[in-house]
């Protein structure tokens, strides 16, 4: 019997990326509508705890799958190669069980530590942002189910539900708020966020078990738990840094200047110039399953021609991207407010410093993928640490300039730094 062609299996596989690619541009389109409609009608103050609401999210939805999401779409692909069910079986229970209880304990973790921070300032409670973080256990559990329905075959499905479901939800609800009101707050904001993560994850739960093979329905979970936490945790450090780099600006902003208008306009700037990196995430959710199986089988010619074609996709969709960015970032900018257009060079900077890891983007994962952990996260810490000294010196003086320069330099240095290694390794494993 020949090897099945995992190409075959996999849903969309000739026009996957590009379908991807148009998810995430809708995706963009409608958070960038719902930030709009935000910006122009909550005070700043309102506003500034909504994003900082999410951006803590985000920072600990990292953390909270401890690395199995990822883990997911190298372990899986390989299961099913060898037919082993019951051990997919035991990983689907294992990750998403653990993913509840650590989503759980952190937020309320989180809360008493916010509630006792403010208590000790004497600040008023800001209730947007405990809102928001009240998330936490349902994103946490979508995103594990986002890369088993990627993993089983379904990426395209997976990924609609997060690039065009979510914020269509999100959009929806706020126009319903402000249809019925007239009046929209933080809070109604933040509940028609957490509303929209709730319908979203049991729409992503009702496909993950569409998507189940019936031999992983049917087996008996085998578990190999301490292994799997074993070869998650580098995956998790990865993450967790990365969501560091990109989300700490507004934190230190809001933290460390004295104009508030500065943490809005860096947000606004981060979200319009790290857009391409959402075109990076969803179609790495196509390419990454098959990279596992290309390991799975020594093709190291395989995976060389896979990156290539990837490069040459991203590399097109990524200029493109800053070209637009640099010719019509002004007004788009100025559809959030006049203000948001100080935003601009801010903007461009982050843009180039996106496009950069969108084109490298797969490196970091095929690295660890073959074992190459110790590489990876000695370079991530470096490039975090670098991120968050130079936005804490840069921020004050420049503001969401400052704060952008500091993610944008030391993310070209890294991408670049582990393209080389990932392509220089493959390279002389296909010569052996």
Not at 319 to 337: K, S
Request: charged share 10%; glycine share 6%.
């Amino acid at each position: 019997m020949s090897e099945p062609d995992f190409h075959d299996a996999h849903e969309g596989s000739n026009f996957g990326p590009l379908v991807l690619s148009v998810y995430s541009v809708a995706s963009y389109a409608a958070f960038f509508l719902v930030n709009a409609v935000l910006a122009r009608n909550l005070p700043i103050e309102q506003f500034n705890d909504y994003n900082v609401g999410v951006s803590t999210l985000l920072m600990l939805a990292a953390l909270t799958p401890l690395g199995l999401e990822k883990f997911a779409l190298k372990i899986l692909p390989a299961l099913n190669e060898r037919e082993s069910w019951a051990h997919s079986r035991g990983f689907l229970r294992f990750s998403m069980l653990t993913v509840l209880f650590v989503g759980l304990v952190l937020l309320v973790a989180f809360d008493s530590i916010l509630e006792s921070v403010l208590v000790l300032r004497g600040s008023d409670y800001h209730i947007s942002i405990p809102i928001v973080v009240a998330c936490l256990p349902f994103a946490s559990l979508f995103f594990v189910l986002l890369e088993i329905a990627t993993a089983y075959g379904a990426p395209l499905a997976a990924a609609g539900l997060y690039r065009v479901a979510f914020p269509l939800l999100l959009l929806v609800l706020n126009a319903a708020v402000w249809l019925s009101s007239k009046d929209m707050t933080g809070i109604t904001a933040s509940l028609c966020y957490a509303m929209a993560w709730i319908l979203v994850t049991v729409a992503m739960w009702l496909l993950t078990r569409k998507m189940m093979p019936n031999q992983v329905s049917a087996a008996e979970p085998v578990y190999e738990r301490l292994e799997w936490l074993k070869e998650s945790t580098p995956l998790l450090l990865y993450s967790l840094l990365m969501t560091i780099m990109v989300q700490s600006g507004v934190v230190i902003l809001q933290l460390d200047t004295t104009s508030k208008q500065d943490t809005s306009i860096f947000a606004i700037a981060m979200q319009t110039g790290a857009f391409v990196v959402a075109l990076a995430t969803s179609t790495n959710r196509f390419y990454l399953p098959q990279v596992s199986v290309f390991l799975e089988r020594h093709d190291h010619e395989g995976i060389i021609r896979l990156g290539r074609q990837r490069m040459m996709l991203m590399g097109t969709l990524a200029g493109l991207f800053v070209l637009v960015v640099v010719l019509f970032g002004r007004p788009i900018l100025r559809v959030f407010g006049e203000d948001f257009e100080k935003g601009y060079a801010a903007t461009c900077v982050i843009a180039i410093g996106a496009a950069v890891s969108t084109l490298f983007s797969v490196a970091p994962y095929a690295l660890q993928f073959a074992g190459r952990h110790r590489l990876v996260i000695k370079s991530s810490i470096l490039a975090t640490v670098a991120s968050i000294i130079l936005c804490a010196v840069l921020a004050g003086p420049y503001g969401s300039l400052g704060a952008a320069i500091a993610y944008s330099v030391p993310t070209v240095i890294l991408f670049a730094y582990l393209s080389f290694s990932g392509w220089s390794q493959l390279r002389n494993a296909s010569l052996e």
